[in-house]
Structure formats: C-alpha cells, structure tokens
C-alpha cells in the first residue's frame, strides 16, 4: 500500500491548484490521482479547438442529464473535462471573477471568511495579467502563475459591431469585466498565452511535477475513499487493470467536479442514508445534502445572419478551416488563436437594477446538435445570448450503481421557481433590446423575430432551446451544518475528519459568469487553509 500525506482526487482545475501549492514547500508527499489521460493533444492548445472537444470522450466525461420538465422534457448534453487540467482543458478560456456580491452571499450561506475582499486578494496574487501596449508588444502586470490575456487587438473585426450595440442599448463599455466596474460589457480576456490555452495543469501542474514529492497517476479511477472510525484514511482506485490502495497520513481531497465528486462521496458511504441503501452501500455518515443543491446557468442563443464577413465566413468551410489551421500552425495567429466567446458583460434587468444578466456576443453562428456536436453555418452570422445569473432552482446528482463507472443520474430541476421563470423573460428581453439597436439591425438580414414576442412566447422559447452553459456547481456546498450543506467553511466534510471537498461543489451558489476562474481561487484559498490546519 502507498503512503502519502496527502491525496488529491481530480486534475482539474482545483485539483491542479492544490496538487502546486501542497508540495511546494517540500515537507509533504502527495499524490494526484486524474481518471483522464494526458493534454498534451492539438486541439486542447488551440484556444478555437474548444468546438473539436466539446464532445471528445477521449477527454470528456460527455454526460447527459435526465429529461429535464423545466425545459420542455429535454435531456442535455454536459461535457466534462476527463484529462489532465479537467475542465480548463475543453472550456471556452473565458476568465471572470464573478461580482462581489456573490461572494457576500457565500458569506450570508454559512461559508464564513469567503466574502468579497477576501476572496480578491487571493484573486491579484494568482493573476498575471497580459495586455498589448500603444506600441503593439505585450505589457504584463502581476506575477501569479494564471495567465489572463486581452486578446481585443486579435478579436474578429464584427465583434465591434456589439460594442456599439451596447452603448445603445445605454450600456457601459469597459476594459475588463474584472477592473473596479463590473457592470458593462468589455471584450473578454482569457487563459490564453501566445496564442495557446493555458489551463490549470500549465500554471499548476506542470511546475508542481517537476518536484519529487508529487506523484501523478492519470487514468485512474477512483472507486471509493476508505474510511475508518470516522476518518478519511486513503482512496482505493483502479488504474490499468490493477487496483490499488493508497493511504494518506492526513488527508483526502476529493476535487473531482460538481458531478463526480459528489458520486464517489455516495460510492465511500456518505451521503443520503436511504439512496446509499437502496444501492447496497454501508452508511457510514449520513449527510442527506451531498449531491443536493445542484446550480448551473442556463443560456438562451439567438443566431442571425449577417451582411458582413463573420467567422462563419472562414470556418464555415473547409477551404477556410485548412487556411486557419495554416496560418496558426506558422504563426499561432489568426482565428484558430482567439476563443469563440469575444464579447460579453453584465447588465441590469431593470432600469437603475443590479446586473443579474451576462451577456454573450460571438462573430459566428453555430448550433449543437443533440449528441453534442456543433455545427458552423457556412453563411456569415452571428450569435446573441443571454443567460441569467443568479439562479434560485437546485437540481442534484446521485448514484445510479454502486460501480463508479456508471454514470451519475443528473437532474438539473431547471426553471423550478417563479424567480427563475421571470428572469428566463428577462433575458429574452436583454437580447431583445440588444437585437433591436441601430448597430445590429444595420448587419443583420435576417434571424428570430423576438421583437414582438409576449412574456409568455418567450418563457416557452426559453423552455423549448436555453441550454447549459456548463457551469455546474454547489452539489457538495458550504454551509453552516450537516442540516442544510455537506462542508464547513474551510472545506471540510461535515462529521468526517481527514476528508475534504475543493472544486465547485463546494460553492454555496453559482456565481454570476464563468466558473473556472472562482473553482482556482477556491482551490487556493482552500490549500492555505490545510496548510495552515497541518
């Protein structure tokens, strides 16, 4: 049997964090356990490849969740990341802290010392931030190991077209959706670096393995943490047909995600007491809330067709798709190194209001079929969306099989509040509003007719195409006690000792934009915290 200090479940974006800044002072032996295989593929790097990934299952979990009623009976696609740097290796690269008052909220759940100005701080100190200079070279500021470009000089030329659609629409135009403002829309920045993604296993990963005290299995699964007398004492996993014990002196990370890190909670014995029975698990902590409390965001696209050149007009084809992967193969420029979502923001559903909507603009047109897929229109368009930011549904995740390989049953529980029912209205009438300005109508030929569409319309139109954004979260959350959370507020399973939840499960609720960024700032915090515990 191995003997580590630590052990960490999951190479994501959390686990990468951890895995860095656990061994970093030399005194500890960890291991890192990742049931993908390696990132080292062409179209990871590739900050456009996202659409190549997107439904790989050589490096995506591809789970599909239950029919879901909020969303007129559909079942949803939810690509997860499965390789080295989980899901920062297939996302859109979009990074966005979120708005401070989400994490007030965090605070005001039970998670406490996770308000604003803590959380910022460990913010600036991961961040290095690239932006081009007057003189065209690049200025960096910050020395954190998370690289943030402003890719805006190497956007497609129509995504202007936005920015003026929204100071229409009476909007603040900003440099950055993470500068002292956060309402606005602003082109957005992105974990890119020369031209290539930067995940979290190149920021963390890959520094830490040069370290001999960490030790990376990939393409192992774990089957169940292994408890006794109450405490987390290792992991039993498979891994190229062995399976294998390892024990850890002080502690277990489970940083598997919002999907599989509450199933091998449940797979170990913790969990609901009557769901682990009925799949005939011994119950060893009864914690109903684990896999409750499911959040995610939910998007609604409205696709046009434009009168100027998009990227449709490059990528549409196969002509054009050979001349961009040329020229970013001899280059590592042109429409391959920019990610897809170029333009977006948080705005106000009302007048005077908080934002509570982020806002996408892309300079191409593109639908994702059923399996998954996505398929580029080969004529010049270009997308609207809207999605709101603060759900109030919860959804879960649960076991299906005591085997770890059978997928989780994932019921998102969309639209299951009145709340959500109206702000699913309000985003249609934010991507209403923008569609509806001088600068869109001037490129637009044709697309939806929302203009005249009642409240009713567009709450069905919502039920009938919003679709995940993937940005799933809060099935393992902090809270104040075993009653209404599965973690105390320094990420510890409630009634298990030597045992711990860091990634987005642990989120109290969803924050408002993209979740990479806050899953690192998370994991760092968190690492501070079992540093300072050992």
């Known amino acids: 049997?191995?003997?580590?200090?630590?052990?960490?479940?999951?190479?994501?974006?959390?686990?990468?964090?951890?895995?860095?800044?656990?061994?970093?002072?030399?005194?500890?032996?960890?291991?890192?356990?990742?049931?993908?295989?390696?990132?080292?593929?062409?179209?990871?790097?590739?900050?456009?490849?996202?659409?190549?990934?997107?439904?790989?299952?050589?490096?995506?979990?591809c789970y599909t969740a239950k029919s879901d009623p909020g969303l007129a009976g559909r079942a949803a696609f939810w690509p997860r990341g499965r390789v080295l740097g989980g899901s920062s290796s297939i996302n859109a690269m979009a990074y966005v802290q979120g708005l401070p008052q989400d994490f007030d909220d965090w605070e005001t759940a039970g998670?406490?010392?996770?308000?604003?100005?803590?959380?910022?701080?460990?913010?600036?100190?991961?961040?290095t931030r690239d932006r081009p200079g007057p003189d065209g070279r690049r200025s960096l500021s910050g020395s954190g190991p998370v690289h943030v470009s402003d890719v805006g000089n190497r956007m497609h030329p129509f995504s202007e077209h936005f920015l003026k659609a929204a100071a229409q629409a009476g909007w603040p135009i900003r440099d950055d959706l993470n500068g002292a403002a956060r309402d606005g829309i602003a082109r957005l920045h992105g974990t890119?670096?020369?031209?290539?993604?930067?995940?979290?296993?190149?920021?963390?990963?890959?520094?830490?393995?040069?370290?001999?005290?960490?030790?990376?299995?990939?393409e192992a699964l774990v089957e169940r943490v292994i408890l006794h007398d109450g405490r987390a004492t290792g992991v039993a996993y498979r891994a190229r047909g062995h399976r294998v014990q390892a024990t850890a002196t002080r502690e277990v990370i489970v940083s598997a995600g919002a999907v599989n890190s509450p199933q091998l909670l449940q797979l170990s014995g913790i969990g609901p007491a009557e769901?682990?029975?009925?799949?005939?698990?011994?119950?060893?902590?009864?914690?109903?809330?684990?896999?409750?409390?499911?959040?995610?965001h939910l998007g609604i696209s409205y696709q046009f067709t434009a009168t100027e050149p998009t990227l449709n007009n490059r990528l549409g084809n196969w002509p054009g798709k050979m001349a961009a992967g040329l020229r970013y193969l001899l280059t590592r420029g042109g429409p391959l190194s920019v990610p897809i979502n170029q333009i977006s923001g948080f705005v106000p559903s009302t007048p005077g209001g908080s934002p509570?909507?982020?806002?996408?603009?892309?300079?191409?047109?593109?639908?994702?079929?059923?399996?998954?897929?996505?398929?580029?229109?080969?004529?010049?368009?270009?997308?609207?969306c809207?999605?709101?930011?603060?759900?109030?549904?919860?959804?879960?995740?649960?076991?299906?099989?005591?085997?770890?390989?059978?997928?989780?049953?994932?019921?998102?529980?969309?639209?299951?509040?009145?709340?959500?029912?109206?702000?699913?209205?309000?985003?249609?009438?934010?991507?209403?509003?923008?569609?509806?300005?001088?600068?869109?109508?001037?490129?637009?030929?044709?697309?939806?007719?929302?203009?005249?569409?009642?409240?009713?319309?567009?709450?069905a139109d919502f039920r009938q195409r919003a679709g995940s954004v993937y940005h799933a979260?809060?099935?393992?959350?902090?809270?104040?006690?075993?009653?209404?959370?599965?973690?105390?507020?320094?990420?510890?399973?409630?009634?298990?000792?030597?045992?711990?939840?860091?990634?987005?499960s642990s989120f109290p609720n969803v924050t408002s934009g993209n979740t990479n960024a806050p899953v690192m700032m998370l994991a760092a915090r968190g690492a501070e915290m079992i540093l300072r515990d050992s």
């Open 386 to 459: 809207a999605q709101p930011c603060r759900p109030t549904s919860r959804g879960s995740v649960t076991i299906r099989s005591p085997d770890p390989g059978v997928a989780p049953d994932i019921r998102p529980n969309s639209l299951s509040t009145n709340e959500d029912c109206a702000m699913a209205v309000a985003a249609g009438r934010i991507a209403q509003k923008l569609a509806e300005t001088p600068a869109i109508r001037a490129v637009t030929v044709d697309g939806p007719d929302i203009s005249d569409m009642s409240d009713a319309d567009l709450l």
């Open 192 to 218: 890119v670096r020369n031209g290539r993604r930067w995940s979290a296993a190149d920021a963390f990963l890959r520094p830490a393995l040069k370290r001999p005290n960490l030790h990376l299995v990939s």
């Open 473 to 504: 979260s809060c099935t393992c959350r902090m809270g104040p006690s075993a009653r209404d959370s599965v973690l105390d507020s320094r990420l510890r399973v409630h009634g298990v000792a030597g045992l711990r939840v860091i990634d987005a």
């Open 275 to 296: 769901l682990l029975k009925r799949h005939g698990i011994t119950v060893a902590r009864n914690l109903p809330q684990v896999g409750q409390g499911l959040q995610d």
């Open 111 to 127: 998670a406490a010392g996770w308000n604003w100005q803590s959380v910022h701080e460990t913010y600036v100190q991961l961040e």
């Open 1 to 61: 049997m191995d003997l580590f200090d630590f052990i960490i479940v999951g190479a994501g974006s959390a686990g990468c964090v951890l895995a860095d800044r656990l061994t970093a002072c030399g005194r500890y032996k960890v291991l890192l356990l990742e049931a993908g295989g390696s990132d080292n593929r062409f179209w990871i790097k590739v900050p456009l490849g996202y659409g190549k990934t997107y439904d790989d299952p050589r490096v995506n979990w």
């Open 356 to 384: 509570d909507i982020q806002v996408y603009c892309n300079p191409m047109s593109y639908s994702v079929r059923p399996d998954g897929k996505p398929d580029v229109a080969p004529m010049a368009g270009f997308l609207i």
